[in-house]
T-cell receptor, first 114, second 112 residues
Framework: AQSVSQHNHHVILSEAASLELGCNYS??????LFWYVQYPGQHLQLLLK??????LVKGIKGFEAEFIKSKFSFNLRKPSVQWSDTAEYFC????????????FGKGTKLSVKP | KAGVTQTPRYLIKTRGQQVTLSCSPI?????VSWYQQTPGQGLQFLFE???????NKGNFPGRFSGRQFSNSRSEMNVSTLELGDSALYLC???????????FGEGSRLTVL
């Protein structure tokens, strides 16, 4: 069965530190890839997405992610985090086309210390 | 345009009871998905409805059911509630062309 793995359960950083959150998926076919963010008390919202083309995608609030097909990875990065980035981050993979199931990882909680 | 609306936002039930949650998708979206979110388990897919038909289903027991109406609004029902059903239940409507999901704020269910 397809699955999505997020390597870190909880990451704690100081402001201005660089961030990289890992995401790996298990599926050999064509995938669409997403990162969602859930700020405290708010609903899930899309950070960025990859469908095709340039494997380096840029999202909102300075986030970017790189799709490495050979590694089945879609890691999320930000050069310099802010206290307001404190949230839970979810990687998701859509298999079987744009209307296929969206499978989520278990999430990574990011805490940024001011 | 209005986002995904879920009602009720909070509810408390006791074991053995049943509960019905409602979701109104973004106008024009015909697909509605339901997820269960719990600490440590992340988001687990329950089911998806498209044009009143269940299109995909996750690995949940038959106590979890859903339906979709002709106006695309969806309901999910959980019967014979168990303590482990306590969770945030999220509804999302899907954009047809991109497959992107737009989430509601969720219904937080507590089972005592």
């Amino acid at each position: 069965a397809q699955s999505v793995s997020q390597h870190n359960h909880h990451v704690i950083l100081s402001e201005a530190a660089s961030l990289e959150l890992g995401c790996n998926y298990s599926y050999g076919g064509t995938v669409n890839l997403f990162w969602y963010v859930q700020y405290p008390g708010q609903h899930l919202q899309l950070l960025l997405k990859y469908f095709s083309g340039d494997p380096l995608v840029k999202g909102i609030k300075g986030f970017e992610a790189e799709f490495i097909k050979s590694k089945f990875s879609f890691n999320l990065r930000k050069p310099s985090v802010q206290w307001s980035d404190t949230a839970e981050y979810f990687c998701a993979v859509n298999v079987g086309g744009s209307q296929g199931n969206l499978i989520f990882g278990k999430g990574t909680k990011l805490s940024v210390k001011p | 345009k209005a986002g995904v609306t879920q009602t009720p936002r909070y509810l408390i039930k006791t074991r053995g009871q049943q509960v019905t949650l409602s979701c109104s998708p973004i106008s024009g979206h015909r697909s509605v998905s339901w997820y269960q979110q719990t600490p440590g388990q992340g988001l687990q897919f329950l089911f998806e409805y498209f044009s009143e038909t269940q299109r995909n289903k996750g690995n949940f027991p038959g106590r979890f059911s859903g339906r979709q109406f002709s106006n695309s609004r969806s309901e999910m029902n959980v019967s014979t509630l168990e303590l482990g059903d306590s969770a945030l239940y999220l509804c999302a409507s899907r954009e047809l062309n991109t497959g992107e999901l737009f989430f509601g704020e969720g219904s937080r269910l507590t089972v005592l």
